[in-house]
Structure formats: C-alpha cells, structure tokens
C-alpha cells in the first residue's frame, strides 16, 4: 500500500510540475516566438499515422501505416536485430538492411507565406531522405540520434496541402555510422523514433543560441542569426527567474557588418546557483530588433554554475568538490523501444534520484531532449555521448554529428561533459571538434581511457581500482559493477564505495546499467526479450521494477550517510551521521523518528504496532562533515521492540529509512499450560512421538525429524536437520583458487558444490523430562548435537550444534519440504528483499509477506523474489497446500535460507546446492557479469570458519 501511495504521490506531483512549466512557458510566449507544428505526436502516446512501405521482412511490400514516431519493429515491420552478434562487421547476410518509405501530407497556412519553415527530425533510424513535393529537402542524413532540419521554405505550396515523403533506410551507406551506432550490446532499431514538426520563424530570425552563465554572475551569449543582418537590427537578451521577473539590465548588441554571430556579455549579482541538489534555473529571453521593434524572439532556460576539472585535485562545481554517484541509461521503453514520451524521460530522472544517485550517462548517444529537460529541472549531472560503441564515426560524418549534439544541447545546465564515444569508441580527430560550438568549453573524456586529467577505465576488480586510484589523473570508472539479473549493482558496491569515496584521487563512478534492455517481442506474442543475458543487466526491470540492488544502492549512496548495523550499548538516542551532500546542509532535512513493537511469534495475524513517533530538525552540519544526529527519544525507549529513523531532503522526498532491533535476541518462547499425555510408538526404524493432535516421527538410523502429523493429516517437513556446506567449484579446502582452467572446467567458479560432510549417528534416545518429551541425538561428523523437546501442546523445540573447520560459502543447516506445495510466507527481520553476503544493505526491520514466486532472471521480472537468504529474521510463517508452517529464532544474527535463489537459464552467476528450508550461518556472495566473487572486495570473499556453531529455532504446525 505504501508503494501504490508513494506512485500516486510521484505522478500527481509530476503533473503539478509539467502544468507549472506549460504555464510558465504560455507566460513566455509572444506573436515574436518561433512557431511549432508537429507533423508528428510528441511522444508514442500520442504518435500520428501516416502512410508506410517497409521494403523487406514483416508486413513488407505493400502500403499500409504506421505510427510516427515509432520504432518500426515495434509496430510489427522488418526484422529485430540485436547488434552485437555483428560486432565489428561491415556487412553481414543476417544483418537487415529494410528500408521505410513514409508519406504524409500537411496543410501550411497562407499568411506563412513570408516566413522561413524548416521541417525538424528530432531522430531517425539511420540514413534518412526528405523530400517535400517531390523535392529533396538537402543532403540525406547520416546517424541515428541526433536532431536534424531542413529549411524546406522554397519547397512549400503555402495555403494548400503539401506531400512529405522520407525515406528512412536502416543501415548506413557510411560503414563508420554502421560500425559506431548498430554492431553495438544493444537493440537496434528502425524508423522515425522521434518528433517531427515544423519550426516557423520571421524570414529574419535568431537559429540558435550558445550560452556560458558562470557561478560568479558572468554571462556569455552567442547568438546566431539566420543570416548576416545589418546594422539596423540589434540583440537583446533578458534574464528572467521562474516567475517570468527580469533580473538585472537587458543586454543589447548589433552584429557586426557580415557576421551571424552576436556576443552579448553582462555580469549578474547575487544569482541562484545550479547544482544537482539546488537545481536553479533562469530563462533568457532573446530578441532580434529591428530599430527598437520586436522581429523574433527566442526562450531558453539556463543555469548559473561553473565546471572544472582540476587535475590530481577532484571535480569542482561552483568552487565545491563534488563526488559523482550515478548509472548509465539507455532510451528504452519495452513496448515502444527507443521510442518515448515525456512522462518517461521525467519518470526515469526521478528514479534514479530516487536511488539517491545525482549523475546519468547517456549511453551510447544523446537522449531525447526532455530527458535533460528533466535534469536540469530535477538535479542530474550528466555526461552527454556522442555516439559509438567500439567503433566510431569517420571524421567526415563524425564533425556533422558533433555539431547537431552540442548545438541542441549546449545550454542544458546539467551537462557537464562532453563524451566522444565508448570503450574506443571514439575518433581523436573529433575532440577539438565540441569546443567551437560550447562556449562553457566543458571537458571531453574517452568512456573507458584516461584523457584530459580523466581516467575513467570500465570494470575493474576490486583490487585493481586501488592501483587506479593510485594512478598519475582523477579516476572516475564510467561503467562499473556491470549488473546481471540479481548479481552486481549492489553486490559489492559498500567495499568498493568505502575505497573510492575516501579516496582523495576518486571522484565518483557509475553503474552499468539503469534498466533491463527487454524488447515486447511483436513478432513473437508480446513476450520480453533481453536476447538471453545481452540486455538483462539493469538495476530495475523493463518496466523499471525494482529489484532488491535498488534500495543496497539507495543506502550505501544516501547523501546522509549512518553506517551501522546495530545501536551501540550506550546508545541515548545520538546516532553518528556524515553530511555527503556536496552544497546542502543537514539543517534543511527533516526527520522522523519511530518505535515499535512487533506481534511475537506464533501469534496469528502478526502486525507491526507503531507505540510512539516524532520529528526533529536535522544538525547543522555542512557538507562533507560528520557529526551527530540527537533523536529526542522518550525515556521508556527500551521497551520498543525497533526504532526507525527516516531522513528527508529540503523538498520533502525521502532519502532513507533506517532501522534497528532493540532486542536482540528473542526471549524463550514458552509453551501452552496443557495437560496432554505422551504417547510413544516404535518401529525397527523410527519412532514416534504423539501428544495431544500432533505426532512427530524421528529415523532411528539418521537421528532426523521425518514428518509431523496433525489429526491424522502429514505435513511434509523433515529430513533434518543435516549440516549443509559448499564452496565455489574453482576452490580448494582452503581457498586456494585455480587459475587458467583448461576449457573444460571454464565455468565452474559460477558452481557452488555442496561438499560431503556425512554426520553418523553414534547416539540416540528418546525419554521423556519436565515438562517435555526429548528425542536426542550425537553424531560424529561435522553435525554434532542435536536435542529435540516436544512440548504437551505441539511446541517443537530444536538446540543444535555443529563444527566444521575450512572455507566456506554456504553453511548452516536445512530441511526438507516440497517446493510444489509452497504458497506463501510472512515473516519478521530485514526484508523484504533477499540478502547475499556482498549485499546485506537496503533492507528494513519489518514483517514481510511475499506469494511464492519461482521467476526466471532475465525472463520474467517478479519482485521481491520468493526464494533467496534472509538476514537477521526472528519468526516466518510458510503457508502450504498441507497447512502452516512456522519457525522461530532465537537469534536475530542469521539468515534464514527459502529454498535454493535461482540464476538465468544460462547459469552465468551461480548454481547453488537445495538448501530446502534453511537457518544458515554463511550465505554466499553473488558475482557480476564481469568479475567473480574474489574480486569484487573483501565482503565477497570466501569465509574461514572454525569452531562450534550453535542455534536455536521452535516450530509449530497447523495442518488444513
């Protein structure tokens, strides 16, 4: 209920947020303003037919329509392609080569007749012609995601209907544009994916603007005309706040004799500055004159910051060192592929702020621009690519390209660098190429090399990202933890954020990826394709559902930073904090306090009581310091069984929920005063016990529970408790770990061996004590004791012990129950996401309940997953087809293990033994795509164990 609250909340405050800007923007608009007819929808939600020929595979050979903009795979045209089968490949048979021909006829008002009209395409797939009435509108266009126009003045019947005809074809006839854009780890696409309208302006108009607007009140304008204007025309530019007030003097300039360019300067006083977490925005308002009159008039909308790089020092905006913790994100919408709308774009920027991120990069091409519309908006630092993906453009093309980014995106505030491709990707002879056309002259960085001060190599282990952060530049990896299905992202993430954020030469880093790449597959039903593991690498799922690396990310990267698992002995309500804002004060967060008690176990209905809560004023604490958090509790505190603190930034949002068990440790649990007689009955090969309804059967040879039974009815639970053990495949006894397998072994450091450790019985007997029945068995081997009381009113008591000495990555005990018969579990710990033992943050004290689930990583995308590891749980309730099941701790410090986590179908994680229902000492680490356990910081490795391990659960049964 929460989470359907919160959406409501989200959606109705985006609404809010788009009217207030549509309001704004109307209050800008004058009979000056360049005019926009969309010959298009925005968006695919509002997208407009028009006529269609596909010229090879689905629905190809005749006319019919087609939605624009669409991706035409996705509107059941042409054959789907995932890139990276073809990688480097200049041609290849398999590869399709259709092209769309597009027809759409548009009406253009008389009164027009003395305007210059150019028609925008803000992206097509890939080489694209336009002609309008039958007239080619300029040079075909070459690359797939970038804006483009033609000034189509010369070409219009004005006052009558006019033909626009574009031919889209989707592989390039440059072999560069193909190699950079589409044999690529990505889907590619076909078609006019984004909008098309028509751009309206006086016949003497400004195209574009370029603006610097520094953290110290400079302001900088280039502003190009569309063409050289005498000097009876002048330039003014006004700077406006978000309530349409001018601040300061206009700015006014002619152009000089022959130029297209004027240069407005001024200097501004005690402006706003822009930064991710105070995201300030002005507009600027410029206007052509012509002898004082208003001929056109340009919006655009700023922010006053200022970027640097200062080698061997860190990233500095607005004269603040800032630490950059972020995601890369593709453009993709399952149902409608590259395809979006501005809900979207806005929906995404929120996510990934949500995670508690503040920077986003565009991989591996420019976003739509309401993308970064929504980044300056909401706080985002972004680095914008230019396009390539091992491969890259020629010069030629590439300069075109580099021109259509930087002119369309250079005043977005929220850019901070220029990237020039991925993973050499990139054409050296196009980074002096962004500079001509950004006056803020922003830094350009090779994704995966080091340049400009810059190193930013993807993928390293834990182990060799502290040689990089001992490197000659700044180390900031543009791609780390690369995810797949539930390992990376927040697997590993705390060792390695604790290295590189106190590290003087780190400056950040970003996750590989935001969200899985699965395609709804038209040709095959609707179903979800990530092309097996390809695209199955997001931290959220096609629809953006959140998998449990989501909220490990929202606390190892909130900007108020607690970083223990339990209160200290003295704890009097000061909790230790570090303020890892980089501009906000503490003392502009909120916070909640709250106790409560929780349902004891066994008891039916189980709730969560809130018994006492209250708010507080965050410290005055700036950023970057450390200090105290003082929670004004009340004096009988201590009979809570949790506390919960929750943090709230300057806007209200949530930042994170803390929360902690003040108990411990659960008391004895005692059973029901009842006066039932004990009944024994014995075979040569069990025995079994009965009181009152409930009868339990133990094997005389193994010492195990085999079954309980209740009025007659089985409840399938037993075979236990045996001791359970493994160990990845590639390691020894002691940990030694084989290198250079030979190819038949490849593959088994993803295999978890469950390792003999037969225990034999060596005593065993059964008698009845005070009050209960004992069943005791001892055993050499590994397990060593374990001692069963039956209670009078069916309460099953069971202390064990057991000693293994070596490594291990799984370890504890479990019990048989049938997967089939499972329905459903409710429980109270930290949930309700599974723990592995690299990813135990991210989850809260609570009662939980979940409905089995059984999904298929990458394939099908349910969460919280049913099956996993549960850490520090007191009490689960398993709903079955034979009844209830329920067990309960006595220590909180453990994990309770439900059934066995599965991986992809392609097994490229983890193969982990059936551990049934287990209480486990040791959980495995998960790997990611790139590195396994042992290099992903010291929370993965392999645990040395020795000693004895003791425990103590209860179960009661109830039978349907």
Same mark, same amino acid.
């Given at each position: !209920?929460?989470t359907?609250?919160k959406n409501?909340?989200?959606?109705?405050? !985006?609404?809010?947020s788009?009217s207030?800007?549509?309001?704004?923007?109307q209050s800008?608009?004058s009979?000056t303003?360049?005019e926009?007819?969309?010959l298009?929808g925005?968006?695919?939600?509002?997208?407009?037919?028009?006529?269609?020929?596909?010229?090879?595979g689905?629905?190809?050979?005749?006319?019919?329509?087609?939605?624009?903009p669409?991706c035409?795979?996705?509107?059941?045209f042409g054959e789907?392609?995932?890139?990276?089968?073809?990688?480097a490949?200049?041609?290849?048979?398999a590869i399709?080569t $259709?092209q769309?021909k597009?027809?759409?006829?548009f009406m253009?008002?008389?009164?027009w007749?003395?305007k210059? @009209?150019?028609?925008?395409?803000?992206?097509?797939?890939?080489d694209?012609?336009v002609r309008?009435?039958g007239k080619?509108?300029?040079e075909t266009h070459?690359?797939?995601?970038?804006?483009f126009k033609?000034?189509?003045t010369p070409w219009?019947?004005?006052g009558?209907?006019?033909?626009?005809?574009?031919?889209?074809? $989707?592989e390039?006839?440059?072999?560069?544009?193909?190699?950079a854009e589409?044999?690529?780890d990505?889907?590619?696409?076909?078609?006019i994916?984004?909008?098309?309208f028509?751009?309206?302006?006086?016949?003497?108009?400004i195209?574009?603007t370029?603006?610097?607007a520094?953290a110290?009140?400079d302001?900088?304008a280039?502003?190009f005309l569309?063409?050289p204007?005498?000097?009876?025309?002048?330039?003014?530019?006004?700077?406006?706040?978000?309530?349409?007030? @001018?601040i300061?003097?206009?700015?006014l300039? =002619?152009?000089?004799p022959g130029?297209?360019?004027? @240069?407005?300067?001024?200097?501004?006083?005690?402006?706003?500055?822009?930064?991710a977490?105070t995201?300030?925005?002005?507009n600027?308002?410029?206007t052509?004159?012509?002898d004082? =009159?208003?001929i056109h008039?340009?919006?655009?909308r700023?922010?006053?910051?200022t970027? $640097?790089?200062?080698?061997?020092?860190g990233?500095?905006?607005?004269?603040?060192?800032i630490?950059m913790?972020?995601v890369?994100?593709?453009?993709?919408w399952?149902?409608?592929?590259?395809?979006l709308?501005?809900?979207?774009?806005?929906?995404d920027v929120?996510?990934i702020?949500?995670?508690?991120?503040?920077?986003?990069?565009?991989s591996?091409?420019?976003?739509?621009?309401e993308?970064?519309?929504a980044c300056?908006?909401l706080?985002?630092?972004?680095?914008?690519e230019?396009?390539?993906?091992?491969?890259?453009y020629?010069?030629?093309?590439g300069?075109?390209l580099?021109?259509e980014?930087v002119?369309?995106d250079?005043n977005?505030?929220s850019?901070?660098?220029?990237d020039?491709g991925? &993973?050499?990707?990139?054409n050296?002879?196009?980074?002096?190429e962004?500079?001509?056309y950004?006056?803020?002259k922003?830094p350009?960085?090779?994704p995966q090399q080091d340049l400009?001060g810059?190193?930013?190599?993807?993928?390293r282990?834990?182990?060799? /990202?502290?040689?990089?952060?001992?490197g000659k530049?700044?180390?900031?990896?543009?791609?780390?933890?690369h995810?797949?299905?539930?390992?990376?992202h927040?697997?590993?993430?705390y060792d390695?954020? #604790?290295m590189?954020?106190?590290h003087?030469n780190?400056?950040?880093?970003?996750?590989?990826?935001y969200a899985? $790449?699965g395609?709804?597959?038209t040709d095959q039903?609707? =179903?979800?394709d990530n092309?097996?593991?390809?695209g199955a690498?997001?931290?959220?799922g096609?629809h953006h559902e959140?998998e449990?690396s989501f909220?490990?990310?929202?606390?190892v990267?909130s900007?108020v930073?607690?970083d223990?698992?339990?209160l200290?002995?003295?704890?009097?309500?000061?909790?230790?904090?570090?303020?890892?804002?980089d501009f906000?004060n503490?003392?502009?967060?909120k916070?909640?306090?709250k106790?409560?008690?929780?349902?004891?176990?066994?008891?039916?209905?189980?709730?969560?009581?809130?018994?006492?809560e209250?708010?507080?004023n965050?410290?005055?604490l700036e950023?970057?310091?450390k200090g105290?958090?003082?929670?004004?509790l009340?004096?009988?505190?201590?009979?809570a069984d949790?506390l919960?603190?929750t943090?709230?930034?300057?806007?209200?949002?949530?930042?994170?929920?803390w929360?902690w068990d003040?108990?411990k440790?659960?008391d004895s649990?005692?059973?029901n005063?009842?006066n039932?007689?004990? #009944?024994t009955?014995? /075979?040569?090969?069990?025995v079994?016990?009965?009181?009152? +309804?409930?009868?339990?059967t133990?094997?005389?040879e193994?010492?195990?529970?085999?079954?309980?039974?209740?009025?007659?009815?089985?409840?399938?639970?037993?075979n236990g408790?045996?001791? /359970?053990a493994a160990?990845?495949g590639d390691?020894s006894?002691d940990?030694?770990?084989? &290198?250079n397998?030979?190819?038949?072994?490849?593959?088994?450091?993803r295999?978890?061996n469950?390792?003999s450790?037969d225990s034999t019985?060596?005593?065993f007997?059964?008698?009845k004590?005070?009050?209960?029945?004992?069943v005791?068995?001892k055993?050499?081997?590994a397990?060593?004791?374990?001692?069963?009381?039956i209670y009078p009113?069916?309460?099953?008591?069971l202390?064990?012990?057991?000693?293994?000495d070596? @490594?291990v990555?799984?370890?504890?005990? =479990?019990?048989?129950?049938?997967?089939d018969?499972?329905?459903s579990?409710?429980?109270?710990?930290?949930g309700p996401?599974?723990s592995w033992?690299?990813?135990?943050h991210?989850t809260e004290?609570?009662i939980?309940?979940?409905?089995?689930?059984?999904p298929?990583?990458?394939?099908?995308?349910?969460y919280? +997953?049913?099956?996993?590891?549960?850490?520090d749980?007191?009490w689960?309730n398993?709903?079955?087809? +034979?009844g209830t099941i329920?067990i309960?701790?006595k220590?909180?410090?453990n994990?309770l293990g439900?059934y066995?986590?599965?991986?992809?179908?392609?097994?490229?994680?983890y193969t982990?033994p059936q551990?049934g229902i287990?209480?486990?000492d040791?959980?495995?680490?998960?790997?990611?795509?790139?590195?396994?356990?042992?290099?992903?910081?010291?929370?993965s490795q392999?645990q040395?164990?020795?000693? +004895?391990?003791?425990g103590t659960?209860?179960?009661?049964f109830q039978?349907?």
């Open positions: !209920m929460k359907i609250i409501r909340f989200l959606l109705l405050s !985006m609404i809010i788009f207030s800007v549509n309001i704004f923007s800008l608009k009979n303003d360049t926009i007819k969309y298009s925005k968006g695919y939600d509002d997208a407009v037919e028009w006529d269609f020929f596909c010229t090879e689905r629905n190809s050979g005749e006319w019919t329509k087609i939605q624009v669409s035409w795979e996705q509107q059941g789907y392609n995932y890139g990276i089968y073809f990688y490949m200049k041609s290849h048979p399709p $259709e769309g597009y027809k759409h006829t253009v008002p008389k009164e007749e003395d210059n @009209v150019q028609i925008v395409f803000e992206a097509s797939m890939t694209t012609e309008i009435n080619k509108a300029g070459q690359g797939a995601f970038y804006r033609y000034d189509i219009l019947k004005f009558k209907e006019n033909l626009l005809e574009v031919t889209v074809s $989707e390039s006839k440059d072999i560069s544009v193909n190699l589409r044999r690529a990505y889907w590619n696409f076909g078609g994916f984004r909008p098309v028509l751009e309206v302006r006086p016949a003497h108009n195209d574009r370029a603006v610097a520094e110290n009140g302001f900088l280039e502003v569309g063409h204007l005498s000097n009876e025309y002048s330039v003014k530019a006004e700077v406006l706040d978000l309530n349409g007030k @001018v300061g003097k206009p700015v300039e =002619k152009p000089q130029s297209e360019k004027v @240069v407005l300067k001024s200097h501004f006083d005690n402006m706003k500055l822009w930064t977490e995201p300030n925005l002005y600027v308002r410029f052509l004159m012509k004082g =009159k208003a008039t340009v919006n655009d700023i922010g006053f910051r970027f $640097e790089i200062r080698k061997k020092d990233l500095y905006l607005n004269g603040q060192r630490m913790r972020g890369n994100r593709h453009s993709f399952p149902e409608t592929g590259r395809t709308n501005k809900e979207l774009n806005y929906n929120r996510l702020k949500e995670m508690n991120m503040n920077t986003v990069r565009m591996h091409y420019p976003p739509d621009p993308f970064l519309d300056d908006e706080g985002l630092y972004v680095l914008n230019l396009g390539g993906w091992h491969g890259h020629d010069t030629g093309v300069r075109k580099v021109k980014m002119t369309r250079v977005h505030p850019i901070l660098f220029w020039n991925n &993973e050499k990707g990139w050296t002879e196009l980074d002096a962004f500079a001509p950004d006056p803020q922003r350009v960085i090779h400009n810059m190193e930013t190599m993807h993928y282990s834990y182990g060799e /990202t502290q040689n990089y952060l001992r530049d700044l180390f900031m990896p543009t791609e780390f933890l995810g797949l299905y539930d390992g990376g927040g697997a590993g993430l390695y954020w #604790k590189m954020y106190n003087p780190c400056t950040g880093g970003l996750l590989w990826v899985d $790449e395609v709804v597959r039903d609707g =179903k979800i092309d097996g593991n390809h690498d997001g931290i959220v096609p959140k449990g909220f490990t990310i929202k606390e990267w900007p930073y607690i223990f698992d339990e200290p002995a003295d704890f009097s309500g000061a909790i230790p904090v570090q303020n890892r804002y906000i503490l003392n502009q967060c916070f909640t306090w106790l409560s008690q929780f349902s004891d176990a066994f008891e039916k209905n189980a709730t969560e009581i809130t018994i006492k209250g708010k507080f965050g410290p005055d950023a970057h310091a105290e958090l003082n929670i004004p009340p004096k009988d505190w201590k009979n949790a919960f603190v943090a709230y930034d300057p806007e209200g949002e949530e930042i994170y929920t929360s003040l108990a440790e659960a649990i005692e059973p005063k009842v039932n007689e004990f #009944k009955q014995e /075979t040569d090969e069990q079994t016990i009965s009181v009152g +309804e409930n009868a339990f133990f094997c005389k193994k010492g195990e529970l085999l079954n309980v039974k209740q009025n007659g009815k089985t409840i399938s639970f037993g408790p045996k001791f /359970t160990r990845r390691r006894l940990g030694w770990v084989a &290198e397998l030979p190819k038949p072994l490849n593959g088994i450091d295999v978890y469950e390792f450790t019985l060596t005593y007997d059964y008698h004590e005070d009050g209960y029945y004992a005791n068995a055993y050499a081997g397990l060593k004791n374990v001692l069963w009381k009113d069916g309460l099953l008591e202390d064990y012990t057991y000693q293994y070596g @490594v990555e799984l370890m504890g005990i =479990k019990f048989d129950y049938p997967e018969n499972m329905k579990i409710k429980w109270l710990g930290m996401y599974r033992q690299n990813r135990t991210g004290l609570g939980w309940g979940n409905d089995y689930n059984d298929i990583p990458g394939e099908s995308f349910v919280p +997953e049913f099956k996993g590891y549960f850490r749980w007191q689960a398993f709903s079955t087809t +034979e329920s309960a701790n220590s909180f410090d994990y439900v066995t986590p599965r991986d992809g179908r392609d097994a490229l994680l982990l551990t287990s209480v486990l040791v959980i495995p680490a998960v790997r990611n795509k790139v590195n396994a356990t042992d290099l992903c910081g010291p929370s392999a040395r164990v020795s000693g +004895e391990k003791s659960v209860y179960f009661r039978a349907k």
